[in-house]
């Protein structure tokens, strides 16, 4: 069964940073994509940022591109979201995501959540 743990919220100050990270277990974690979605109260679920399994290849939401990295560690199972530049929007809650695709994860597409972390940005 796959399982996933993310870590890593908490509060910021606008323009600050947070790095998120979610750890994978239950199955082979270097063969698939891995992604970030983030959903807020009275808001529906979106897209952030996915990496493909090799990490090779990367996609972003174009609110976060160019202020959020995702990345990859396969040696340990976790996918990190690197968030700086924040901004009061970006607070939300965030959950890491997985499926059966070796390239992306879209909503439509993922199998597998995480139970979420929040993230709270505040000027």
């Known amino acids: 069964q796959v399982q996933l743990v993310e870590s890593g919220g908490g509060l910021a100050q606008t323009g600050g940073s947070l790095r998120l990270s979610c750890t994978a277990s239950?199955?082979?974690?270097?063969?698939?994509?891995m992604a970030w979605f983030r959903q807020g109260s009275e808001k529906e679920r979106e897209f952030v940022a996915a990496i493909s399994a090799s990490g090779q290849s990367t996609f972003y939401a174009d609110s976060v591109k160019g202020r959020f990295t995702i990345s990859r560690d396969n040696a340990k199972s976790t996918v990190n979201l690197q968030m700086d530049a924040l901004k009061r929007e970006d607070t939300d809650i965030y959950y890491c995501?997985?499926?059966?695709?070796?390239?992306?994860?879209?909503?439509?597409?993922?199998?597998?959540w995480g139970q979420g972390t929040q993230v709270t940005v505040s000027s």
């Open positions: 995501a997985t499926g059966a695709s070796r390239v992306v994860v879209t909503y439509g597409s993922a199998e597998h």
């Open positions: 239950g199955r082979t974690f270097s063969d698939y994509a």
